[in-house]
């Protein structure tokens, strides 16, 4: 078929707004129930409610949760950890409340707790004493920032019916908390802590405690993590051992505890360890055989081994998908969201012995036509000092359409946030979106993001705003230089931490014809003073400061101090309730831009926190960047 000349960035495609917000379904927490695999499941259709879903092999999925209820946590403002299943019961946070209920298949929700300004996530059920454990966080009447931080604690919940909701405090005293892990016996609960300035990525400690026989926990024995390496996701295997992912060597492996010592589990390349924004993530599962399924990364690529466990040596099964996460176990395989090159993120069922996949629910139904699809490629690049930058690069692709003879196509440079974090692989509508009309889109991974080992996230220790920035710079000249894109129309855009980027991108030269700003950090002093306890000591660590003298440092990489350097085109989104970064982060820089004259657009929305998740929200924000980009690139007159 012969494709229609039109000028880069004006083609027609067949997805839409409705398409990208309406029907991306957004998955959380994954668990397995004997023979069902459960997750949560973000809805923008639905006002961003999230409900909680079950399928099992040869079923259609089951929807849970009944509205109004919605499933979702507070507990260290990023939240996970919002449910709990055994056998038919489910136990969740109601996020207009944050007070946990109990849910019987088929019935309706109860009230456990009525709690007033507590918060409750990562559940395990302690059927021995008849409880559930789990986080607790209780938040000051007057919230946080100047007035008070929240207090965490490692706290039980009664289920018995005298007692029935009642909660008491198991341990306190350490910041931040993580991950209980009852022993298979009952006897003995694992955890996480960590401690102020540190995030749990830097020094997350493993402990151990017994129970005494009135069921409160003794002297708890530090196991690993601390003094400049990190635990994750500690897990009983079915032979009363414990593993967990420390990250000493430089890269997240997997070890285990057998009650004395601590021995390698597997050897395999690549990196186990995760950001632990969002609690319950995963990297790894173990069967009740003891056989293990991981899913590392090498590079920033997803690979899934498996190890039968009479070998520490994992074979590596391949499947055709580009991302694979939070990886579980149920009696008939394992489970895990998946994303791959021509089909939505999807939660799927994994066969170790075929080597295949099923759908057990996509994150959004699609008819696209394989000539629409934009396919990522990796690319590896020189950034900052010569060091190697990794990005996904997604070509501009439609099926009826092309670009004019000669014309290289723009492109949008996309800033992942955290900035501890990573890019998304395979298909994701929101970027096919763009590559449908006509734009290249490179998604990149600036020093400091996961994946890679401890050494590259360590690059941006200290060198926050400038590290990213130019490696973002070097992206947008290798683009350039490779022909893959428009020089004179390179835009980049970014949310929170990649907003903050995005900004500083802009003042430093003419590299970027425009950006997009989401939710991002303006003025890092404010942020310091009103953000929520969990980042709190972050910035410092990335700014390379201590509490005694953080000023100047601050003061010179805020985005805000380089106002007057910036003369390119900006658009701002911002959410109303977002705690993370307040509104006046965005608010200063737009009445500062437009003092100035620089063209500014700024959108807000209400009942929208940090990262947008009503339909109308995005829909709305993708529309006015689009037409955004078009105005600031001229991109209609390029013919």
């Not at 997803?302 to 040596?313: D, I, L, N, P």
Request: aromatic share 10%.
């Amino acid at each position: 078929m012969t494709k229609e000349i039109r000028p880069y960035g004006c083609w027609p495609s067949p997805i839409t707004t409705e398409m990208v917000a309406g029907q991306s379904r957004r998955f959380g927490l994954l668990q397995k129930v004997g023979p069902w695999i459960w997750w949560s499941e973000g809805r923008p259709g639905e006002q961003g409610r999230t409900s909680l879903m079950r399928a099992r092999a040869n079923r259609p999925p089951e929807d849970i949760l009944p509205p109004p209820f919605s499933a979702r946590s507070r507990v260290h403002e990023y939240g996970g950890g919002e449910y709990f299943v055994v056998e038919d019961t489910v136990y969740f946070v109601n996020d207009a409340d944050q007070d946990i209920y109990l849910l019987v298949v088929g019935g309706t929700p109860e009230r456990v707790t009525n709690a007033e300004n507590f918060r409750f996530a990562d559940f395990t059920l302690d059927e021995t004493r008849n409880r559930l454990i789990a986080i607790a966080e209780t938040v000051p009447p007057d919230g946080d920032g100047e007035h008070g931080q929240p207090e965490n604690s490692l706290s039980t919940i009664s289920l018995d019916q005298s007692r029935f909701g009642r909660i008491e405090t198991l341990t306190s005293g350490r910041d931040f908390y993580a991950a209980p892990r009852l022993s298979p016996d009952g006897r003995k609960l694992a955890w996480l802590d960590w401690q102020l300035p540190d995030m749990p990525w830097d020094q997350a400690e493993l402990h151990v405690g017994e129970f005494d026989a009135s069921g409160q926990l003794g002297r708890a024995k530090s196991i690993a993590g601390g003094d400049g390496n990190a635990v994750f996701q500690p897990e009983w295997g079915p032979d009363g051992r414990l593993y967990f992912v420390s990250d000493k060597s430089g890269t997240g492996k997997l070890y285990v505890w057998d009650g004395d010592t601590v021995d390698l589990a597997l050897q395999c390349d690549g990196d186990l360890s995760r950001p632990l924004w969002a609690l319950g993530t995963r990297s790894y599962a173990i069967a009740t055989d003891g056989s293990i399924a991981a899913t590392t990364l090498v590079d920033g690529v997803a690979q899934f081994v498996f190890s039968s466990g009479k070998t520490r040596e994992p074979k590596p099964v391949a499947l055709p998908v580009r991302g694979l996460e939070n990886v579980i176990t149920n009696d008939t395989g394992f489970g895990a969201i998946v994303t791959r090159d021509n089909e939505p993120p999807a939660v799927a069922h994994i066969s170790v012995e075929t080597s295949s996949l099923t759908t057990l629910r996509a994150s959004a139904e699609i008819d696209l036509d394989s000539g629409d699809i934009s396919r990522g490629e990796a690319l590896e690049f020189p950034g900052a000092e010569g060091a190697s930058v990794f990005a996904q690069y997604y070509p501009p692709r439609n099926g009826h359409f092309q670009g004019p003879a000669g014309a290289l196509p723009p492109a949008i440079l996309t800033v992942h946030g955290g900035p501890t974090g990573s890019t998304d692989r395979g298909l994701k509508l929101k970027t096919q979106y763009w590559t449908g009309r006509g734009f290249a889109v490179l998604d990149v991974d600036y020093s400091g993001s996961t994946g890679y080992g401890r050494a590259y996230r360590d690059r941006l220790d200290g060198a926050w705003g400038i590290r990213d920035v130019a490696d973002m710079v070097a992206a947008a000249r290798y683009l350039a230089e490779s022909g893959r894109a428009d020089r004179r129309h390179i835009v980049i855009s970014g949310g929170s931490a990649g907003g903050f980027t995005v900004l500083l991108a802009l003042a430093t030269g003419d590299t970027f014809a425009a950006g997009a700003c989401y939710y991002g950090v303006s003025d890092l002093a404010q942020l310091l003073a009103f953000t929520h306890k969990f980042e709190s000591g972050y910035l410092y660590r990335l700014m390379g400061v201590g509490p005694d003298d953080w000023q100047q440092v601050f003061r010179e990489r805020s985005p805000l101090s380089h106002v007057d350097e910036i003369s390119q085109p900006i658009i701002f989104f911002q959410g109303l309730e977002d705690k993370v970064v307040p509104p006046d982060q965005s608010r200063m820089m737009v009445e500062a831009l437009r003092t100035r004259g620089i063209p500014v657009r700024y959108h807000e929305f209400e009942d929208e926190h940090h990262g947008f998740r009503r339909a109308e929200t995005i829909c709305q924000s993708l529309e006015a960047e689009l037409a955004f980009y078009v105005e600031a690139l001229q991109l209609a007159e390029n013919k």
